[in-house]
């Protein structure tokens, strides 16, 4: 009886939502500009629907929820070695490690049986943290010293999501309100339905570990570009602007310390900042309020540098090079040769664009599905800088943006592919909520040209249709997530939909 509750649930939850969106619903005739408290509370209850379902997938499977511990627990000993004036790990390994000439030679190593501590940096017979230290100052410390007891990086994650998704209404909500006011209460809430989903994605499938520090990113890039549009929305140069941009910079420049592919986003701070002087004119006290709005990134780089120079010898080594995995990671990094550069572009242009075939098991959608590709609507952010809608972001001085948006993400993913041997599907999550952004950006402004409730029931269609991508994609069986841990999992959920139980 549970099991058909369950499928009965499904189907009555796509039926309420088309029925929500249906051509003639009052939500394609509010718009953003004309929002009451009633409107607005409605979005904040979604925002924390969306919240708890993420925290909640967070928790299903053991391997990431904190109830097996393998080589998952770095940030929790990271801050137990901090509060005991170390910067490396209390951790040891096989003997023979030790005297390998090359320990970062994977098959060497698997072929010698060495046991190892995976995924740690190993430099001179120390074990370090490669992952990101800013999350462990931003949560593990200050939860140590309050409580007395250790963070699990599940619990950070869940913290870090949960802000990350309440900055990214904010800074949907402000875009809307600045630029597009005419966009419906119908497409808000479905777009950020769906972006938000997208977004959180890979933490919300892998919390513990990998994706705190990307999480923690994430929290920070997006409520840094949200002081930034605060800070150059400004009419006039005052204290705001200053209070606000050292926010920004702040936020952004912590980036570097979660997950440096990630920090590339800072870059759409440029035309930012080249717009302002623009409409300000330039003048020595404009360039000294940039340059002091700037010191944080100076601050924190010199503090970045230092860390890695007291463990690596070199302020510019986060401890990839040093890091025991799969492949000997010395050998990344750089290009060596034109068939190297191919290959490079070639994976870069597989990890944005790349279709396989369809599984024809459920859930259909297989692994290694490029980026564009796995949420169609984020074609909508490349689409929008031709032809009219292009033409309308350079109006409203958003043109730059975007393009240093999108620019950020190939530029991204380059790296990704150049300083890594596989390109794993979480990487995709650097990305993702970047052109989540710009999609919406590039949506809002299309439907500002011609504004009416059948274009916004266009796209909110074209939104749920995306979200049901979404939806298999978290059901996608990949690295020990929950339906990759409990084998039977995907056919479980297939029998409840469709009412075929055993």
Same mark, same amino acid.
């Given at each position: 009886?549970?099991?058909?509750?369950?499928?009965?649930?499904?189907?009555?939850?796509?039926?309420?939502?088309?029925?929500?969106?249906?051509?003639?619903?009052?939500?394609h005739?509010?718009?953003?500009?004309?929002?009451?408290?009633?409107?607005? *509370?409605?979005?904040i209850?979604?925002?924390?629907?969306?919240?708890?379902?993420?925290?909640?997938? /967070?928790?299903?499977?053991?391997?990431?929820?904190?109830?097996?511990?393998?080589?998952?627990?770095?940030?929790?000993? /990271?801050?137990? &070695?901090?509060? +005991?004036g170390?910067?490396?790990?209390?951790?040891?390994?096989?003997?023979?490690?030790?005297?390998?000439?090359?320990?970062?030679?994977?098959?060497?190593?698997?072929?010698?049986?060495?046991?190892?501590?995976?995924d740690?940096?190993?430099?001179?017979? =120390?074990?370090?943290?490669?992952?990101g230290?800013?999350?462990?100052?931003?949560?593990?410390?200050?939860?140590?010293?309050?409580?007395?007891?250790?963070?699990?990086?599940?619990? *950070?994650?869940?913290?870090?999501?949960?802000?990350?998704?309440?900055?990214?209404?904010?800074?949907?909500?402000?875009?809307?309100?600045?630029?597009?006011p005419?966009?419906?209460?119908?497409?808000?809430?479905?777009?950020?339905?769906?972006? &938000?989903l997208?977004?959180?994605?890979?933490?919300?499938?892998?919390?513990?570990?990998?994706?705190?520090?990307?999480?923690?990113? %994430?929290?920070?890039?997006?409520?840094?570009?949200?002081c930034?549009?605060?800070?150059?929305?400004?009419?006039?140069?005052?204290?705001?602007?200053?209070?606000?941009?050292?926010?920004?910079?702040?936020?952004?420049?912590?980036?570097f310390?979660?997950?440096?592919?990630?920090?590339?986003?800072?870059?759409?701070?440029?035309? %930012?900042?080249?717009?302002?002087?623009?409409?300000?004119?330039?003048?020595?006290?404009?360039?000294?309020?940039l340059?002091?709005?700037?010191? @944080?990134?100076a601050?924190?780089?010199?503090?970045? %540098?230092?860390?890695?120079?007291?463990?690596?010898?070199?302020p510019?080594?986060?401890? +990839? *090079?040093? +890091?025991?995995?799969?492949?000997? +990671?010395?050998?990344y990094?750089?290009?060596?040769?034109?068939?190297?550069?191919v290959?490079?572009l070639?994976?870069?242009?597989?990890?944005?664009?790349?279709?396989?075939?369809?599984?024809?098991?459920?859930?259909?959608?297989?692994?290694?599905?490029?980026?564009?590709?796995?949420?169609?609507?984020?074609?909508?952010?490349?689409?929008a800088?031709?032809?009219?809608v292009?033409?309308?972001?350079k109006?409203?001085?958003?043109y730059?943006?975007?393009?240093?948006?999108? $620019?950020?993400?190939?530029l991204?993913?380059?790296?990704?592919v150049?300083?890594?041997?596989?390109?794993?599907? =979480?990487?995709?999550?650097?990305?993702?909520?970047?052109?989540?952004?710009?999609?919406?950006l590039?949506?809002?402004?299309?439907? $500002?040209?011609? @504004?009416?409730p059948? #274009?916004?029931?266009?796209?909110?269609?074209a939104?749920?249709?995306c979200?049901? /991508?979404?939806?298999?994609?978290?059901?996608?069986?990949?690295?020990?997530?929950?339906?990759?841990?409990?084998?039977?999992? @995907? *056919? #479980?959920?297939?029998?409840?939909?469709?009412?075929?139980?055993?």
């Open positions: 009886m549970k099991e058909i509750l369950e499928g009965v649930a499904f189907w009555a939850f796509l039926a309420v939502s088309l029925f929500l969106i249906r051509p003639k619903s009052a939500l005739r509010i718009s953003v500009g004309s929002l009451t408290r009633k409107h607005h *509370a409605l979005l209850g979604i925002l924390l629907v969306l919240i708890v379902l993420s925290v909640f997938v /967070m928790t299903l499977s053991p391997v990431w929820n904190g109830e097996i511990i393998l080589h998952n627990g770095q940030y929790e000993m /990271m801050t137990e &070695s901090i509060l +005991q170390r910067l490396d790990l209390d951790v040891t390994a096989d003997p023979r490690l030790y005297e390998m000439e090359n320990p970062y030679d994977a098959a060497l190593r698997d072929g010698m049986d060495i046991k190892y501590p995976l740690h940096a190993f430099y001179q017979g =120390r074990f370090y943290m490669y992952f230290i800013v999350p462990v100052f931003l949560a593990f410390l200050p939860y140590r010293l309050l409580t007395g007891q250790p963070l699990l990086s599940v619990h *950070a994650t869940q913290f870090f999501t949960a802000a990350f998704l309440i900055g990214l209404l904010a800074c949907f909500r402000s875009l809307a309100k600045k630029y597009f005419q966009m419906t209460l119908g497409m808000l809430i479905a777009l950020l339905v769906l972006f &938000s997208l977004s959180v994605l890979f933490p919300a499938k892998f919390p513990t570990l990998y994706e705190t520090p990307v999480a923690c990113g %994430m929290m920070l890039e997006i409520w840094s570009i949200f930034f549009s605060r800070a150059f929305r400004e009419k006039k140069p005052n204290r705001a602007v200053l209070g606000w941009a050292l926010g920004g910079s702040l936020l952004g420049a912590l980036t310390g979660c997950r440096p592919p990630l920090a590339l986003a800072n870059a759409v701070v440029l035309p %930012m900042a080249f717009r302002f002087l623009k409409r300000e004119k330039i003048t020595r006290g404009r360039i000294g309020l340059l002091a709005a700037a010191l @944080p990134y601050l924190v780089a010199a503090g970045l %540098m230092a860390y890695n120079y007291a463990r690596f010898g070199s510019f080594e986060f401890g +990839q *090079a040093y +890091q025991l995995t799969t492949a000997d +990671q010395s050998r990094g750089h290009i060596q040769g034109f068939q190297d550069l290959r490079i070639v994976q870069t242009w597989n990890a944005l664009f790349a279709v396989p075939a369809l599984d024809p098991v459920f859930p259909f959608l297989p692994l290694g599905i490029g980026v564009f590709p796995c949420c169609p609507l984020l074609f909508f952010s490349l689409l800088l031709r032809g009219s292009g033409r309308s972001l109006r409203e001085g958003l730059g943006f975007l393009a240093f948006l999108i $620019a950020s993400v190939f991204t993913n380059f790296f990704q150049l300083w890594s041997p596989v390109i794993l599907e =979480r990487y995709k999550g650097d990305v993702l909520y970047l052109l989540s952004m710009g999609s919406f590039g949506i809002g402004v299309w439907y $500002a040209q011609r @504004p009416s059948r #274009r916004s029931w266009k796209i909110c269609l939104a749920f249709g979200l049901l /991508m979404v939806l298999l994609l978290f059901i996608v069986p990949e690295d020990f997530s929950y339906t990759d841990f409990y084998t039977g999992a @995907p *056919a #479980r959920i297939w029998s409840r939909i469709t009412f075929h139980i055993p």
